[in-house]
């Protein structure tokens, strides 16, 4: 008997060595097999180029399991999904019907596109497919306008990658036109969408022209590229549209980039800005920033400032934004001066 339950105890943990072999990416995979052609094909249309890349992967990584590993990948499918909620569920499109509801279709858009992600485009969908060699290469043969567009549409870290990827003649009269760019019109998305799709657009198209690019789009691609590259694309901005330059220098250094002051310089800031502003400042920060910036003032201080916020009504996002430049203008006016040093993101454009 002794010897049947040595058995039993040395099957039971080989069992359960190999299920902790199996990941949670190759679990994905096993359910992937188990479901017909049709529901694995429409949860791979939900998922992201790489999240595709990683499971198609693991799909043939597991082509040999046994049983006992497909039974304990189910029982951990199902133990994760117990504590998963359905309310995330096409959530945007509540939100959506319930804000043209309540304030009708015009002012719901206005106030949605304060708080609300942007919702991927048909142009932004396929890029996103495309290798980034084969998006440099595009961008090359197409007029600079069309390459600006298409740079709007991908998102900052996968813009800087292709960026450096052009000629270096290239990039800063990119980065420029993104930055200038405005309303794109319907016949001009139609033509890239075309491009993309290696057709012939549509002759009629009846849509609103549509705003793309910016500063701050250019910002943040900037943001994510070498420091050095940055900086030196920014001096070339300067020589080329100071004003321009400067409104793209201004997005580099945002709210969050108080994060990289040290305490005892994050508390020369605050003690120079009224607690007017700061109280609707701190209601868009992160709780993390909100701890250091509390950490780095009087425990009366602090308290101060948290029983306004407290009692203060709602902000408009227009006011909490004004109120966080006002703040960073504080700042930036400081490191200029030399009061206060950072490290890191933002320290090479201020």
């Not at 097999?33 to 992967?57: K, S």
Request: proline letters at 5%; zero cysteines; hydrophobic letters at 45%.
């Amino acid at each position: 008997m002794a010897d049947v339950k040595e058995k039993d105890d040395t099957d039971s943990n080989e069992q359960s060595g190999q299920l902790e072999l199996i990941t949670g990416r190759q679990t994905a995979a096993i359910l992937m097999l188990l479901f017909n052609d049709e529901e694995a094909a429409q949860i791979l249309e939900r998922l992201e180029p790489d999240e595709v890349e990683a499971l198609g992967e693991a799909m043939f990584s597991v082509a040999n399991v046994d049983e006992t590993q497909i039974d304990g990948s189910l029982d951990r499918f199902l133990v994760l999904t117990m504590n998963q909620s359905m309310l995330s569920y096409k959530s945007d499109e509540k939100v959506s019907r319930v804000f043209r509801r309540a304030l009708g279709t015009s002012r719901a858009e206005t106030i949605m596109n304060r708080f609300a992600p942007k919702r991927p485009s048909n142009i932004a969908e396929k890029l996103k497919w495309m290798p980034a060699k084969d998006l440099a290469l595009l961008m090359t043969e197409e007029p600079p306008q069309v390459s600006a567009v298409l740079m709007s549409f991908l998102t900052p870290e996968i813009a800087a990658v292709i960026l450096e990827l052009l000629p270096p003649e290239m990039q800063s009269d990119l980065i420029y036109r993104v930055a200038t760019l405005g309303p794109v019109s319907a016949k001009a998305l139609a033509h890239i969408n075309g491009l993309l799709e290696n057709t012939t657009p549509l002759e009629e198209e009846v849509a609103p022209p549509m705003q793309v690019g910016g500063v701050l789009d250019s910002a943040t691609i900037i943001n994510n590229l070498p420091k050095e590259r940055g900086r030196s694309l920014l001096k070339e901005l300067m020589k080329r549209d100071k004003i321009t330059a400067k409104l793209i220098e201004d997005e580099l250094f945002v709210f969050g980039d108080l994060m990289n002051l040290s305490k005892k310089d994050i508390g020369s800031v605050v003690r120079k800005v009224d607690s007017s502003i700061l109280v609707p400042a701190l209601r868009g920060a992160s709780s993390e920033l909100k701890a250091k910036i509390f950490g780095a003032m009087s425990k009366r201080a602090a308290e101060t400032i948290q029983d306004d916020m407290a009692e203060a009504p709602p902000q408009p996002m227009d006011a909490v934004v004004a109120a966080q430049k006002a703040v960073i203008a504080v700042a930036k006016a400081m490191l200029d001066s030399g009061e206060i040093n950072m490290a890191g993101a933002g320290a090479d454009y201020v």
